[in-house]
């Protein structure tokens, strides 16, 4: 592994710390977005209902007054 970060470090001219940073973030933004979906492929559908449950409590007549 360190040797392919050098590699690339040498390739692209830069440090290599900065290339493990560079990897470090994508490790961490990678990993907030499964989570992401994942909380979305789980909770999808009581967030769906809880809107149209929200939505359905707004009256039509109350949106014309205003």
Known sequence: ???ALR???TLLGRDEDEDRHLLELA??????VVVAILSL???GDAIADLITL?????DEQTIIDR
């Not at 490790?27 to 907030?32: A, D, G, N, T, V």
């Not at 929200?54 to 707004?58: N, Q």
């Open 1 to 3: 592994m360190r040797s």
């Open 7 to 9: 590699y690339l470090a």
């Open 27 to 32: 490790l961490i933004l990678s990993l907030i």
């Open 41 to 43: 492929a789980f909770l």
């Open 54 to 58: 929200i939505g359905g409590g707004v």
